[in-house]
Each structure stands twice: as C-alpha cells, then as structure tokens.
C-alpha cells in the first residue's frame, strides 16, 4: 500500500514550458486534490475532484489545469509556466464521508526560471 | 469565508518543556477542525481532528489540543517536547457543509533545542 505518490519530486522549468505533474493514490479515494506551499501561506487549493470524471477550481486555480480520468490517478498541468508558479506542490486524497482525513503525498517542487 | 490564522510563526523551546501552538479561525459556524504535521522534506501527516463531542481531543506522539467554540480557538499543546518533535505544524478547518474543503493556517515552526 503506497499511499499517494506524486511525480516528479524536482523539476525546473523556464519560463512559458508546459509540464504535468501526476498523482497516484492506491486507497481507492473519491475526493483528490492539488495544493501549493509557498513560505508564510500555508497550503492553498488549486483544483480538486469529487470523483472520476468531475474537477473544480479551489482557491488559486489560474494558471493550472487538472483532469481526473481514472479514480486513482489526478494530473496537474501547467501550460505555460511562469515564475510565480515556483512552489512546493502536494496532492492529497480522502474518502467521502467520515472524518474527511486528508492523506498527502510526498510533494513536488518546482522551480520555474 | 473560512481563514486561520496562526498566531506564532516560530516557537523555539526547550527539549522536556511543555508547548502550545496557537489557532484561531474566523467564522462559527459548525466546523470540523484539524492539526497536521509537517517534518523536512516530506509530506504533511494527520496530529488529530475534532469531528463532534469532547473538546479535548488527543492525538498521536502525545499531542491533544483543545476546542473553544465560544473564542474559535484550536490550540495545541504536549506537555513535554523531544528533539523529534521539531517540524512544521499547520491548524486547518473545514465547514461542516463542505466538509471536503480544508482552509489552512500559514504554519508553526516548532524548533526544539537540547
């Protein structure tokens, strides 16, 4: 049982490069997610899923675009990266009903030049 | 809508001493409450959560953290830290009707020093 993987774990981009980040969650989850950390803010919602099929923006969603074809896996996309997307970014994965725990991945971090 | 605010950015203490780290959020209305951990490098691991019931809630590596509706507080506190409790912690709340939703504080670096 992996839990939620992510990759990549490093990447540098330059300015306007496209790249996707994919997220991987083995506990048969409904509810995914995509998070930024950036220093002094916390984690902050990009996108997130309720199921296979369906995304919603969170609350920093320009700038990224998700798609959650299969239950288990949600990828995050940049179509054209720029400096301010330079960030820690965390998938995380969670039941529907119950305690709403969040489990987390280990994180990716990005840096866009 | 939600927003916490953790009232310390860093607290420095001293291995064996007793802690506290401080959250307030913004709105009363019902909410389901969360401390999360954050060690270096890696990725951000459940402390505890109130859901309903007691306000004292108890968590794993001896932390518990108490819940005060009346002051939308949701501190929390070990009474004696070790070395291996030094990382990041954020406080997070989510709305009961949107429970899937979480708003996180910006974070508390405890640094705790021999």
Redesign the interface.
Known sequence: NAGVTQTPKFRVLKTGQSMTLLCAQDMNHEYMYWYRQDPGMGLRLIHYSVGEGTTAKGEVPDGYNVSRLKKQNFLLGLESAAPSQTSVYFCASSYHRGGYEQYFGPGTRLTVT | AQS?T?LD?QVPVFEEAPVELRCNYSSSVSV?L?W?VQYP??????LL?Y?SGSTLVKGINGFEAEFNKSQTSFHLRKPSVHISDTAEY?CAV?DRGN????V????TILRVKS
Request: net charge positive.
């Open positions: 916490v953790q950015s389901y969360f999360y490098n890696q990725g951000l691991q459940l959560k859901l954020f989510s429970g899937n939703k979480l996180f504080g910006a974070g």
